[in-house]
């Protein structure tokens, strides 16, 4: 998966990292998580609202928000279009920091008090939409339980609604609460858009920053596999000897000579199909055995007739068949 056609999550999780990583060198972390005492009720310190969400003060949270966003707000971006999707991240940031502040003004007698930093209701409200709107790819079973490939993002979430003991499981509900009232269109949300403005704005300075998101190239060529050439064995070395050849026995003797007089037939056939000069040629040349055997079963056919269809033919069968149509 690419960034293609993602800017705006690609610079959510830039952004996020580098704040991230930035107030962790500083160390100025405890700037940015929200209590309602004392932060906003002593000291008024409201600006805690917004900057809250910049910011996440451990490294295991970011990397489980950094891989919910890559996995799940692609996808809902691709969807939605970039100019929808931006406007769906401020009005999901916007309606769940109202909530949060209510929630700590309804439940500060619990013992509600305190909520952690870091954009975790941004990926609760991008959760519930990838529940609603992208179809389920594939199933398994395991342990006798039907579940789908979602169950992994479902995983995260759970890890990252967790992390704090129940002060994210209240962020996560809330996160939850607020993707649902943005997809109920309750309060005419869905048809809020950025400005034209802050659009061109982004494109012409932000959207340098960010670099390449093209998808990356895949050739549809089959290239051939390496030809393996066989490495030649190496040639045997010819052995010089002085020595004089030692005389054939009587017996190889009288068997190169019942040979020699028995080859005659075979010397005219060579010199009739021309043997020597068709083998080195590559074509077929009849073996004595064809040649035989074709002269008994036709024995008004002519010798050369024979030779011929046999050359002709890739097989004893084929002659016989030559010889039988042309009789």
């Known amino acids: 998966m690419s960034f ?13 990292a580098l704040t991230s990583f930035v107030v962790a060198i500083f160390d100025v972390k405890y700037y940015f998580h929200l209590q309602l005492d004392p932060h906003l009720s002593r000291h008024h310190q409201y600006w805690r609202l917004l900057t809250h969400h910049l910011v996440y003060s451990n490294s295991s949270e970011l990397f489980v928000w950094e891989l919910l966003l890559y996995n799940i707000g692609i996808s809902i971006e691709r ?12 009005i999901t940031t916007l309606v769940s920091t109202v909530l949060e502040f209510l929630s700590l003004l309804a439940f500060h007698q619990l013992g509600f008090n305190y909520i952690p930093a870091g954009a975790t209701t941004l990926a609760f409200s991008l959760l519930y939409q990838y529940s609603r709107l992208v179809p389920v790819i594939y199933q398994f079973r395991v342990f006798g339980v039907t579940l ?3 169950i992994f993002f479902y995983v995260l979430a759970f890890q990252l609604a967790i992390s704090q003991s129940w002060s994210t499981a209240v962020v996560a509900a809330i996160g939850t609460l607020t993707g649902a009232l943005y997809r109920s269109d309750i309060a005419n949300l869905k048809s809020y858009r950025l400005p034209p403005w802050l659009i061109r704005l982004s494109s012409r300075f932000l959207l340098p920053l960010l670099g390449d998101m093209r998808a990356p190239h895949r050739t ?3 290239l051939p596999d390496e030809t393996i050439v066989p490495t030649p064995p190496p040639a045997e070395e010819e052995v010089v000897t002085t020595a004089r050849p030692a005389a054939p026995p009587p017996a190889a003797t009288e068997a190169s000579a019942t040979a020699g007089s028995g080859s005659v037939v075979r010397e005219w056939v060579n010199e009739l199909t021309g043997r020597g ?3 080195s040629a590559g074509l077929r040349v009849p073996s004595d055995a064809e040649v035989t055997q074709l ?16 050359q002709r033919s890739p097989n004893i069968e084929g002659a016989v068949e030559t010889l039988l149509s042309s009789s």
Request: aromatic share 8%; hydrophobic share 45%; net charge positive.
């Open 295 to 310: 002269t008994n079963m036709f024995p008004d056919v002519d010798m050369a007739a024979v030779v011929g269809a046999l």
């Open 79 to 90: 969807q939605f279009g970039s100019t929808k999707y931006g406007s769906f991240v401020l």
């Open 4 to 16: 293609q056609h993602a800017p705006i999550t690609k610079g959510l999780m830039m952004a996020c």
């Open 277 to 279: 000069e068709r083998a």
């Open 148 to 150: 789908s490939n979602k």
């Open 220 to 222: 549809n060529r089959a």
